[in-house]
T-cell receptor, first 110, second 112 residues
Framework: SQELEQSPQSLIVQEGKNLTINCTSSKTLYGLYWYKQKYGEGLIFLMMLQKGGEEKSHEKITAKLDEKKQQSSLHITASQPSHAGIYLCGADTNAGKSTFGDGTTLTVKP | DGGITQSPKYLFRKEGQNVTLSCEQNLNHDAMYWYRQDPGQGLRLIYYSQIVNDFQKGDIAEGYSVSREKKESFPLTVTSAQKNPTAFYLC???????????FGQGTRLTVV
């Protein structure tokens, strides 16, 4: 089965600092999604990547999918307290099911 | 406003009882999903449905059941056969499988 490994598991940064979260797959990704979750709430869709080398940005968040389509990174520039939460990557497997990473908990200190 | 609604937000159940979690969407999405989330872990797929009157088991379907009698509704029943039901349950929908999903706010189920 396809496994998604996220790193780091948790991250504490000072407000204004940049940070990167990684998501690595054991198999080729056919669609990689990034979501943000506030504790005890649902997931908010951030971005979807499908093509090797693809890069998307939304406000201060940029996500990339490598050429081999096995690793994605989420980069936040000049982090703010509003960026705090749990970031999860998810992917569709070729078996028609979805799989998610265990999440990265981000804390931004003011 | 369109969206996906889960109810209730908190649910307590006695051991041995079945309980049903509600999930309703007015986004006209064909696909709907149920996930379970445990502390410090990602989401695990319980069941999904791509069309009315049809649904498929996910990775952890044992002890759960679903129905999809209407496009808008995809209720999940946690049966007494589920050994460890205390968890956070998330429902989601998407226009088609493979497109981004919209999530409900979740139901936290506690077995007492």
């Amino acid at each position: 089965s396809q496994e998604l490994e996220q790193s780091p598991q948790s991250l504490i940064v000072q407000e204004g600092k940049n940070l990167t979260i990684n998501c690595t797959s054991s198999k080729t990704l056919y669609g990689l999604y990034w979501y943000k979750q506030k504790y005890g709430e649902g997931l908010i869709f951030l971005m979807m990547l499908q093509k090797g080398g693809e890069e998307k940005s939304h406000e201060k968040i940029t996500a990339k999918l490598d050429e081999k389509k096995q690793q994605s990174s989420l980069h936040i520039t000049a982090s703010q307290p509003s960026h705090a939460g749990i970031y999860l990557c998810g992917a569709d497997t070729n078996a028609g099911k979805s799989t998610f990473g265990d999440g990265t908990t981000l804390t931004v200190k003011p | 406003d369109g969206g996906i609604t889960q109810s209730p937000k908190y649910l307590f159940r006695k051991e041995g009882q079945n309980v049903t979690l509600s999930c309703e969407q007015n986004l006209n999405h064909d696909a709907m999903y149920w996930y379970r989330q445990d502390p410090g872990q990602g989401l695990r797929l319980i069941y999904y449905s791509q069309i009315v009157n049809d649904f498929q088991k996910g990775d952890i379907a044992e002890g759960y059941s679903v129905s999809r009698e209407k496009k808008e509704s995809f209720p999940l029943t946690v049966t007494s056969a589920q050994k460890n039901p205390t968890a956070f349950y998330l429902c989601a929908s998407s226009p088609l499988r493979g497109l981004e999903a919209f999530f409900g706010q979740g139901t936290r189920l506690t077995v007492v």
